[in-house]
């Protein structure tokens, strides 16, 4: 929910946009925030655009979360000029988009057996993982070298050197080991 301060920031930002053409941060309206007592000292302020479901930045500092907020940003715009999309205008609602599912669906048998062999789910959990998923979604550095290990034992395939951990890249180098 929003306040009335906010959503009058969000409708002044909106009209200003008019008047730009290639936004930045300070042309969003921004949410930054404390995040309380009991959190880790580098995540003690939250920055967010509202009326967007992400991006956000956390820091220790408000400085640094706005930082870390203008990085994600730039890195979608980054995304969207190389698929030819445009930024979303400031004081808009953004939907959620989800990443593409194409490569990690190509084999749904192989697809259903890793999340249930690898990554340790139930069948039928509601799991999703899409072609921008990595191992590293499902845990620290330690939890993704023994997910690496338990794909050496039950796949046969070495996997370590997947800078990215994408689960896709995975999946097709299990498919051409078979």
Request: proline share 6%; aromatic share 10%; net charge positive.
């Amino acid at each position: 929910m929003y306040s009335a301060r906010e959503k009058a920031l969000m409708v002044s930002k909106w009209l200003a946009s008019f008047f730009r053409r290639d936004w930045k941060l300070a042309d969003y309206p921004v949410r930054l925030r404390a995040n309380g007592k009991d959190v880790p000292p580098d995540q003690q302020w939250l920055a967010q655009v509202l009326n967007w479901p992400g991006p956000a930045g956390v820091g220790a500092t408000r400085e640094e979360a706005l930082i870390k907020l203008n990085e994600s940003i730039e890195g979608i715009r980054k995304y969207r000029r190389t698929n030819q999309e445009h930024m979303p205008r400031p004081g808009t609602k953004v939907p959620i988009q989800f990443a593409p599912t194409t490569r990690v669906s190509a084999d749904i048998e192989l697809h259903d057996d890793f999340i249930i062999r690898v990554l340790g789910f139930a069948p039928g959990s509601p799991v999703f993982i899409s072609d921008q998923s990595s191992l590293g979604d499902f845990g620290d550095e330690n939890y993704v070298a023994e997910l690496q290990k338990r794909i050496r034992e039950i796949y046969g395939v070495e996997v370590s050197d997947l800078k990215s951990g994408l689960l896709c890249e995975i999946f097709e180098r299990i498919q051409k080991r078979g």
